[in-house]
């Protein structure tokens, strides 16, 4: 016998019933979503490691240290997607998308790829459901994007969610709290983690996500972001919490959210949920007005948001969960001496009548017959006898309430509310 192959550590296989849970989680986005005017992207789970390094950004974790990158047998340098806003931009400038009515709205659902230490809620295949708005800079766009996502949270059973706001800035006002930054901590570069010692001098910004727990109470006492603020960057961000209030959506003001990714600007949002640990977020987002002009397009601005499908789905509202993996399967089984056959022909046609159908293939018991769609989680069985074959009868038992009735075939389509 051969030896056996496990998952490769930190993917997961996604199995039936809990494949049911993530169908529906999607229709529900792409529903949500669709209902906001944006259409699906699909952008190559491959792509050139320059594009992450020059969006990304290379002085963050997921650059430097999470990425799966390989030469290829030309020797180019490729890199699983570790996040898809980055492509999406990609895509945009490579077809030429500010031709066509902006701003263009798409969404995205699929798998990205992080080396990071696997644990609960983390894993190094994860699943993204993500939406980009582009070509817009207005603070509606940032408020409809929010609106949007609180919506589609909702429509899970989410309740009492608040979304955790601030704003980065425009380049203008980052590159003012760069230097304050810098000025607070460059005489204190020594009791600074060796990570946040080199990020002095990469990205200065980038030492407010650091894990380290020396390096935040060093932060304690750090200037704010907010200080350095122009009035435009100000403005915004007033007009988007304006928005929000207007709309009634729960949110509170984070001075230290960040987000750990170069390419934001002006508003980043994340949601945190309780079912998780402090620091696992399931969705991330904001404005990346820079973004397209950084990968070689016209100076568009964008904003977005990500969220994180496997961590949404450990912590889905239990009513939205069984909704999605109750089956309206109804079986159909031959009960011997009549051949398996019969219960074919007849499943067929109530497929063409718009029923779902679980035909019983092999030749059974009645008692296991009912087991094994019991064990499907069946409602009704249609039972065809000896007797019922004799006079074009079915019997059909309801396996919830333990009853049984006998109908002229007829009857059934009507009786199990097909062809609607
Ligand atoms: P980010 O692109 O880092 O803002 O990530 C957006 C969302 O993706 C996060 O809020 C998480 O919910 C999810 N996510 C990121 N990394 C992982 C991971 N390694 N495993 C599971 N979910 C992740």
């Known amino acids: 016998m051969g030896q056996r192959i496990q998952a490769v550590k930190g993917t997961r296989d996604l199995l039936p019933p809990e494949t049911a849970v993530w169908t529906a989680v999607e229709r529900a986005a792409r529903e949500t979503f669709g209902a906001y005017g944006y259409?699906?992207?699909?952008?190559?789970?491959?792509?050139?490691?320059?594009?992450?390094?020059?969006?990304?950004?290379e002085s963050t974790d997921i650059v430097g240290k999470e990425m799966y990158t390989f030469t290829d047998r030309k020797g180019r340098s490729l890199s699983l997607r570790p996040e898809s806003t980055a492509s999406v931009a990609r895509a945009f400038v490579q077809h030429g998308m500010h031709n066509a009515p902006l701003p263009l709205k798409?969404?995205?659902?699929?798998?990205?790829?992080?080396?990071?230490?696997?644990?609960?809620?983390?894993?190094?295949?994860?699943?993204?459901?993500?939406?980009e708005l582009l070509g817009d800079a207005g603070p509606q766009s940032d408020g409809e994007v929010i609106l949007m996502l609180v919506r589609f949270l909702s429509v899970l059973g989410f309740e009492g969610l608040v979304v955790?706001?601030?704003?980065?800035?425009?380049e203008e006002s980052r590159e003012a709290y760069r230097k304050g930054l810098l000025d607070y901590l460059?005489?204190?570069?020594?009791?600074?983690?060796?990570?946040?010692?080199?990020?002095?001098?990469?990205?200065?910004?980038?030492?407010?996500?650091?894990?380290?727990?020396?390096?935040?109470?060093?932060?304690?006492?750090?200037?704010?972001?907010?200080?350095f603020l122009n009035s435009e960057s100000r403005e915004h961000f007033e007009a988007v919490c304006g928005m929000l209030d207007r709309h009634g959506v729960a949110y509170s003001i984070e001075s230290r959210l960040v987000r750990g990714l170069d390419y934001y600007t002006r508003t980043v949002f994340e949601i945190i949920s309780e079912g998780l640990g402090a620091q696992d977020a399931i969705v991330g987002g904001g404005r990346y007005d820079g973004l397209i002009?950084?990968?070689?397009?016209?100076?568009?601005?964008?904003?977005?948001?990500?969220?994180?499908?496997?961590?949404?789905?450990?912590?889905?509202?239990?009513?939205?969960?069984?909704?999605?993996?109750?089956?309206?399967?109804?079986?159909?089984?031959?009960?011997?001496?009549?051949?398996?056959?019969?219960?074919?022909i007849l499943a067929e046609q109530l497929r063409d009548e718009n029923l779902p159908i679980l035909a019983e293939l092999a030749d059974r018991s009645l008692k296991s017959a009912l087991k094994r769609a019991h064990r499907a989680g069946v409602k009704w069985v249609v039972l065809i006898?000896?007797?019922e074959q004799e006079n074009g009868t079915v019997a059909v038992r309801d396996l919830e309430q333990g009853s049984q009735e006998t109908m002229p075939r007829e009857d059934l389509v009507s009786y199990l509310g097909g062809s609607r």
Not at 41 to 53: A, C, G
Not at 310 to 336: C, G, H, K, M, Y
């Open 385 to 387: 006898g000896e007797q």
């Open 164 to 170: 955790q706001l601030n704003t980065v800035g425009d």
């Open 39 to 57: 259409s699906e992207i699909r952008t190559p789970i491959l792509e050139d490691t320059e594009l992450f390094v020059r969006s990304v950004g």
């Open 293 to 344: 002009e950084e990968l070689g397009g016209q100076p568009l601005p964008g904003i977005g948001f990500a969220i994180g499908e496997d961590r949404l789905i450990d912590v889905l509202p239990n009513r939205f969960r069984e909704a999605a993996q109750t089956t309206s399967l109804v079986s159909v089984t031959a009960v011997p001496p009549v051949p398996a056959a019969e219960a074919l």
């Open 186 to 227: 460059e005489p204190q570069r020594g009791a600074l983690s060796p990570d946040s010692q080199r990020r002095l001098t990469s990205n200065p910004l980038r030492i407010l996500d650091s894990k380290d727990p020396a390096d935040h109470s060093l932060l304690e006492g750090a200037p704010q972001l907010r200080e």
């Open 106 to 131: 798409v969404y995205y659902i699929g798998p990205h790829f992080r080396y990071e230490r696997p644990q609960k809620g983390r894993y190094r295949q994860f699943h993204q459901i993500g939406a």
